[in-house]
């Protein structure tokens, strides 16, 4: 009868090699997949934000028009052929993470973020800027507004911070 020989090794387990090894192919994989994660979260925030803005904008469109007649919820009143707001002042309104309107962002807070406003979480701001542009059609009829409708999210970070998507309009 033959006996068979077993190794000592075969029987402790992984040797010293196998260990090192596989602490570098985790020390490879781990950053990448974290990376993988943290860029999907942004894909998705910036989904949201795409799909929100199907509300949002036209929300925006409707109280800039209110203001003309100076029947808006939260925007000053807007006189035709003026740079609406006037420059260098700052008009955003907030939203909430459902599209819902919360209310005009007061000036002093737009630049550090806003985390809530009516008492309810803030996601998504719309900073309003325009400037004039003559009308070459009608040149008696007074100058056209071109809007530029900024969307901004997380509204709780500083305005450096935020990502953006912009929309562009033209009104009378």
């Known amino acids: 009868m033959m006996r068979s020989h ?24 781990l950053p990448l997949l974290f990376g993988v994660f943290a860029k999907s979260g942004e894909t998705a925030a910036a989904a949201k934000a795409e799909t929100r803005s199907n509300w949002i904008i036209p929300a925006c469109m409707r109280e800039i028009e209110a203001a003309r007649e100076n029947k808006s919820r939260f925007l000053p009143k ?11 002042e700052t008009l955003a309104l ?8 919360l209310g005009k962002v007061p000036a002093r807070s737009y630049e550090t973020g806003v985390k809530s406003l009516a008492g309810e979480p803030a996601r998504y701001l719309v900073s309003i800027r325009s400037e004039l542009a003559e009308n070459k059609d009608r040149p008696d009829e007074p100058p056209m507004l071109n809007l530029r409708l900024t969307l901004e999210y997380p509204a709780a970070v500083p305005s450096n911070k935020r990502r953006t998507l912009d929309f562009h309009s033209r009104i009378p």
């Open 78 to 88: 807007r006189e035709p052929g003026v740079v609406y707001p006037a420059s260098g």
């Open 94 to 101: 907030a939203f909430s993470a459902d599209g819902r309107t």
């Open 6 to 29: 077993t190794t000592r090794s075969g029987l402790l387990g992984a040797s010293l090699i196998e260990v090192v090894i596989a602490m570098g192919v985790l020390a490879v994989t």
